[in-house]
């Protein structure tokens, strides 16, 4: 019953590195998605997916980039990391229907901080 | 202006109090409202969700949506220290999984229930 899992759970990088966040799902959803969390911000949209090959910007994309090659997995890039970016990222999954009983799962988290 | 607000408290009650939380909203397109639980360290999980005006309740929680006066509430009776976690507000226009590209939160707002 592992649900959305995230990967790492913390991560500390320098100015300018780059890495992989790690979202995967096993309760077969097709929308996943990438939100950032941030005092007095609360969550906000990077990027989203509603299948495999399809991707769409969020709210705030800017510096991020993603694909998704597979219903499970939807990594989440840094290129090029800047102290902005530091922040607990989560990632979301849920089914893609027009039902309200389709709730968002959320994974655990990865909290990243950036020197 | 953001489209959601909500008091980020923090807000602190003893045991068995009635705790009110709201957020309210300015865009007249959203119907779907949901409050969603936070606990230290975790994803959000979703508490309760409402369509249009009206009321919902769920054992200790209720819901209340007023769309005249753009404002929501999520009453808990009885508080427990269990209930003490981070509460955020999210609405969209749109139903179920097709609207998570264009969910709003609220910034949340941190609750303490002490014994």
Redesign the interface.
Same mark, same amino acid.
């Given at each position: 019953n592992a649900g959305v899992t995230q990967t790492p759970k913390f991560q500390v990088l320098k100015t300018g590195q780059s890495m992989t966040l790690q979202c995967a799902q096993d309760m077969n959803h097709e929308y996943m998605s990438w939100y950032r969390q941030d005092p007095g911000m609360g969550l906000r949209l990077i990027h989203y997916s509603v299948g495999a090959g399809i991707t769409d910007q969020g709210e705030v994309p800017n510096g991020y980039n993603v694909s998704r090659s597979t219903t499970e997995d939807f990594p989440l890039r840094l290129l090029s990391a800047a102290p902005s970016q530091t922040s607990v990222y989560f990632c979301a999954s849920s089914r893609l229907t027009t039902s309200y009983n389709s709730p968002l799962h959320f994974g655990n988290g990865t909290r990243l901080t950036v020197t | 202006q953001k489209e959601?607000e909500?008091d980020?408290g923090p807000l602190s009650v003893p045991e068995g109090a009635i705790v009110s939380l709201n957020c309210t909203y300015s865009n007249s397109a959203f119907q !779907?409202f949901?409050w969603y639980r936070q606990y230290s360290?975790? +994803?959000?999980? %979703?508490l309760m !969700?409402t !369509?249009s005006s009206g009321n919902k309740e769920d054992g200790r929680f209720t819901a209340q949506v007023d769309k005249s006066s753009k404002y929501i509430s999520l009453f808990i009776r009885d508080s427990q220290p269990s209930d003490s976690a981070t509460y955020?507000c999210?609405m969209s226009a %749109?139903?179920? +999984?097709?609207s !998570? +590209?264009k %969910?709003t939160? +609220?910034?949340?707002t941190i609750l303490t229930v002490h014994p």
């Open positions: - | 959601v909500q980020p !779907y949901m360290r975790k +994803g959000p999980e %979703l !969700y !369509y955020l999210a %749109l139903a179920g +999984g097709t !998570y +590209g %969910l939160f +609220g910034q949340g």
